[in-house]
């Protein structure tokens, strides 16, 4: 009989992996456009390191494939990322990006590699992998808090994309039921709170969706189509509209302000492991 935890296992992949997969649409657009835009690369970075430390969590971990699978996949496609942001990037933000994928995606990653197999020894090498990935995975999940305090004051879901929030209760939530199931506190810990401030945000999104801000047009999901999905989540790791599509006009105190608010999501959790 195939085991509980394998099944919900396979699901996560399956959700991460798409979360993963959705910049696609914005890569292409950069390759085809021979130019990385406005589009921020800081995020791909940081995801990058992040599905590397997880893949090298599964592989020391007994038991660790599908937790190595769904990282290994998503380490490969946020490394193509990168790899075409170089290439298209101008010259200023390439230096930049080398500068960092140097000293993080390689420097930082091989240091913890190599610390913890010929420095560390026996379950010590779990735990502090272990840290390290639930500690960046609870800075990805947190990083939207920003954003739901702007709702509640603003009374306005503009900068609070619903795919985000659903995407984030989701992928916490059958994440941490994985992680019960097998026991795994780095797991189900960081998880745990991503599927929380999920559902906090899904709450807050409902409470808010319908009302209007004084001098500015609403638009509601239903109003836009499930065709407008990607765009939401591009402009929320991005801070960048794509094409054809627009925001209405703000004063520009307003403008600065939203800026804030977008880049508190660039972070994207698990993918959303990380989304």
């Known amino acids: 009989m195939v085991d509980a935890s394998f ?20 890569f292409w657009r950069i390759v085809k456009n021979k130019s990385t835009e406005e589009f921020k690369w800081l995020p791909y970075v940081a995801t990058l390191l992040s599905t590397s430390l997880w893949s090298f969590y599964g592989i020391l971990k007994p038991d660790g494939l599908l937790v190595l699978t769904v990282n290994g996949a998503g380490a490969v496609l946020e490394a193509i ?3 075409i942001f170089l290439i298209y990037a101008p010259k200023k933000t390439k230096l930049s990006m080398i500068k960092m994928v140097a000293a993080v995606n390689i420097g930082f990653f091989a240091l913890v590699v190599f610390i913890t197999l010929f420095v560390l020894h026996g379950s010590i090498r779990l735990l502090v992998v272990g840290v390290l990935c639930a500690a960046l995975t ?5 990083s939207p808090m920003a954003a739901m305090t702007t709702v509640i004051k603003t009374k306005s879901v503009e900068y609070m994309p619903f795919s985000l929030s659903f995407f984030l209760f989701l992928n916490g939530g059958i994440w941490s039921i994985y992680a019960v199931l097998v026991k795994d506190y780095f797991i189900g810990v960081p998880n745990a709170l991503g599927f929380a401030l999920g559902t906090a945000q899904l709450i807050i999104y409902f409470t808010y969706r319908g009302q209007t801000v004084p001098g500015k047009a609403q638009e509601t999901d239903e109003e836009q189509g499930s065709g407008h999905l990607i765009g939401k989540v591009e402009m929320a790791q991005t801070g960048h509209l794509p094409k054809a599509s627009s925001l209405p006009k703000q004063p520009l105190s307003r403008q600065d302000s939203a800026v804030k608010i977008i880049k508190a999501f660039s972070m994207p959790p698990l993918e959303l492991q990380s989304f």
């Open 7 to 26: 099944i919900v296992g396979i699901v996560g992949n399956v959700i991460s992996i798409l979360v993963f997969a959705s910049p696609i649409g914005t």
């Open 81 to 83: 990322y990168v790899m």
């Open 138 to 142: 609870i800075g990805m999940y947190a």
